[in-house]
């Protein structure tokens, strides 16, 4: 168990409707980062928060968006969904946004659509 | 930060070492190596990292070689559990923000 905590672990939805993922990371964490797995993409990052403030950018589409909250958790939203955008994402977190430090991620959220 | 070629698969016996080679011919100065695993569509777990001198953990241990161009990842005595993608990742830990750049990684499968 690496203390980061995603939700929903299962999500199937259909194209065009709107979903929110959420993430809480480890205590202590202040840096959060989301992750894409499809199968024919391999791993994606996608963008990155430290203590609620937007870090660094990855491929992330324009109908994707993310934030940070005060208590550190992170929410992604994903609309006008698609059938690509079924995949895993992962979360991760780590103490800090810069440097060395090595990122623990979560168990996950396979989204479907339909 | 640099790439990383690895090996797309290899198979290890149970209670053998597992040596997992990672090519970054272009890696510089301030980039360290990385190892994270993935057993299957769990979130990647970090495994080991380096700059130059070899490491050692409980998990496993990270050898660099002196030109820093080539690493190898050791599980001492692998076990079925073991069995994972095993991704070598090379990144700088000053000017990046710490997102991780995942390549393809080595199938790893450990047999009875």
Known sequence: DSGVTQTPKHLITATGQRVTLRCSPRSGDLSVYWYQQSLD?????????????????????????AQQFPDLHSELNLSSLELGDSALYFCASSVEGQGGNEQFFGPGTRLTVL | DAKTTQPPSMDCAEGRAANLPCNHSTISGNEYVYWYRQIHSQGPQYIIHGLKNNETNEMASLIITEDRKSSTLILPHATLR?????????RTTTDSWGKLQFGAGTQVVVTP
């Open chain 2, 82 to 90: 073991d069995t994972a993608v095993y991704y070598c990742i090379v």
């Open chain 1, 41 to 65: 993409q391999g791993l994606q990052f996608l963008i990155q928060y430290y203590n609620g403030e937007e870090r660094a950018k990855g491929n992330i589409l324009e109908r994707f968006s």
